[in-house]
């Protein structure tokens, strides 16, 4: 199968000639790509209402020889293999060379903006109002990334104990993971951010918390991200890039997302916190005055 072709092609094409029931089991096909790629198909049957048969003859209806065909084909909506960072220089460095390359700036803009586009098309909204719910029901909510990711998870920490005094990242400057998972319980969450190559210790420690009972998120660019099948929630981006580097623009959003839709929850308690905090701030002189 051309790599060209996308289970949205697929599906378009085929549409007209389907039967309402297959044409039920076409959408749900279409608006859960990361179910589709993640779940099994009994999972798949529940969620939808519909018969894994139903399923299974819609793969035929679209060409494919199996179920499976089309599940891999909605893997590549969702996932990309990792390519080495040094391929990825390389890749980089013979394209600076050719001739009518648009400027740099104009492909990375470009790319981002088309993975917060694919973003907003892959993410269930329903699934991120349930993980916001819990993370706003949470105790405590620690976050954690590694390597590339630990920026990021440091800005998402940063602008929820702004408003929330229950927020804290493990593992951070030296500290122990090891106690911040150990003191986690169900009535915690876990946010884990990781991208190719996995950080090791990221994918222990959404194993680690799954196995206290918290409530874990996990944050990639991949169904293959081992971490997801300890997640309650998970939410695979889009993070192509020309650069050698994934692109974490897509991440930066949803982490902002997040972020907001918590403080929209979290009441005059969030007001009242963040103007001691801005208070506080003025008295440390921490912002500059002219």
Not at 101 to 128: G, K
Not at 135 to 147: E, I, K, M, S
Not at 158 to 168: E, I, L, T, V
Request: contains cysteine.
């Amino acid at each position: 199968m051309p790599a060209a072709v996308s289970i949205e092609d697929k599906i378009a094409a085929e549409y007209g000639h389907l039967s309402a029931k297959l044409r039920d089991a076409a959408d749900f096909v279409a608006e859960h790509p990361l179910d589709v790629a993640t779940r099994s198909l009994r999972s798949i049957s529940a969620s939808s209402g519909l018969s894994p048969a139903t399923f299974s003859r819609l793969a035929r209806a679209l060409g494919f020889d199996s179920y499976e065909d089309l599940r891999e084909l909605s893997r590549r909506a969702v996932g990309r293999g990792f390519v080495p960072f040094s391929e990825k220089v390389q890749r980089l460095q013979d394209e600076a060379g050719q001739a009518r390359q648009p400027p740099f700036l104009v492909r990375q803009t470009s790319a981002c903006i088309a993975n917060l586009e694919a973003m907003t098309r892959l993410i269930d909204p329903a699934r991120l109002e349930a993980a916001v719910d819990r993370l706003h029901r949470a105790d405590n909510v620690v976050v954690y990334g590694a390597l590339g990711s630990t920026g990021l998870v440091e800005y998402m920490a940063y602008m929820g104990n702004y408003f929330a005094s229950n927020w804290s990242i493990a593992g951070r400057m030296g500290a122990s993971l090891a106690t911040a998972i150990s003191d986690l319980s169900p009535r915690d969450s876990l946010i884990v951010l990781t991208k190719p190559p996995f950080a090791r210790r990221s994918i222990l420690a959404a194993e680690m918390a799954a196995e206290r009972g918290a409530h874990v998120v996990v944050v990639t660019d991949t169904h293959a991200c081992p971490a997801l099948q300890h997640a309650e929630h998970g939410f695979i981006l889009p993070s192509d890039s020309p650069q050698f580097f994934s692109s974490y623009a897509a991440s930066l959003v949803l982490a902002e997302t997040i972020v907001g839709m918590l403080a929209a929850r979290a009441g005059p308690e969030a007001k009242a916190r963040i103007e001691a905090v801005e208070t506080r701030n003025h008295r440390l002189e921490e912002f500059w005055s002219a």
